[in-house]
T-cell receptor, first 114, second 113 residues
């Protein structure tokens, strides 16, 4: 299957700082990437759809100014959590869609905001 | 309103036996269904998918069955192995939903040696 990487895998930051998470498709080009959030013992919650060369589409209830998404190339999308607070602590996962509707997921990033 | 449901939060099965995971959906516009396996603190791993034009798809130990009239799909794993112990998510998508995946709540599978 297609390989998707995420960096960093784990980050701890102070409240009020911004954190950038990178998502890369390693062996294919992805015009569409997705960002999810997973709370403990819950399913994945779609945050936004990232389209190369255009603005991201955010799901209802997700603050676009809080979670900035940039999809500057066909292999890279970034999620920046701005002015992070403890409630933003979570497991963030990206995915990339290939020609079918199958999405391949990155390994996830554990964000802890102190 | 949950459009994709996995009603069994957990499943325990003996090694070598069959694991059957079930998933129900309510949106008739879904036309593509997937199963993912997930370990803690890792991203989901794609296992198998099925299009709504089929009722069965098989890949090695994994078989997915789709019953469109009942809006039900299932994943069969046979024979089950201890390494299959993980959380399994079913997901559905469709053009009307913007091809976004809607996930079920997950089923935790424990395969006992």
């Amino acid at each position: 299957g297609a390989v998707v990487s995420q960096h960093p895998s784990r980050v701890i930051c102070k409240s009020g700082t911004s954190v950038k998470i990178e998502c890369r498709s390693l062996d294919f080009q992805a015009t569409t990437m997705f960002w999810y959030r997973q709370f403990p013992k819950q399913s994945l919650m779609l945050m936004a759809t990232s389209n190369e060369g255009s603005k991201a589409t955010y799901e209802q209830g997700v603050e676009k100014d809080k979670f900035l998404i940039n999809h500057a190339s066909l292999t890279l999308s970034t999620l920046t959590v701005t002015s992070a607070h403890p409630e933003d602590s979570s497991f963030y996962i990206c995915s990339a869609r290939v020609m079918t509707d199958t999405q391949y997921f990155g390994p996830g990033t554990r964000l802890t905001v102190l | 309103d949950q459009q994709v449901k996995q009603n069994s939060p957990s499943l325990s099965v003996q090694e070598g036996r069959i694991s059957i995971l079930n998933c129900d959906y309510t949106n008739s516009m879904f036309d593509y269904f997937l199963w993912y396996k997930k370990y803690p603190a890792e991203g989901p791993t794609f296992l198998i998918s099925i299009s709504s034009i089929k009722d069965k798809n098989e890949d090695g130990r994994f078989t997915v069955f789709l019953n469109k009239s009942a809006k039900h799909l299932s994943l069969h794993i046979v024979p089950s192995q201890p390494g299959d112990s993980a959380v399994y998510f079913c997901a559905a998508s469709g053009k009307a939903a913007g091809n976004k995946l809607t996930f079920g709540g997950g089923t935790r599978v424990l395969v006992k040696p």
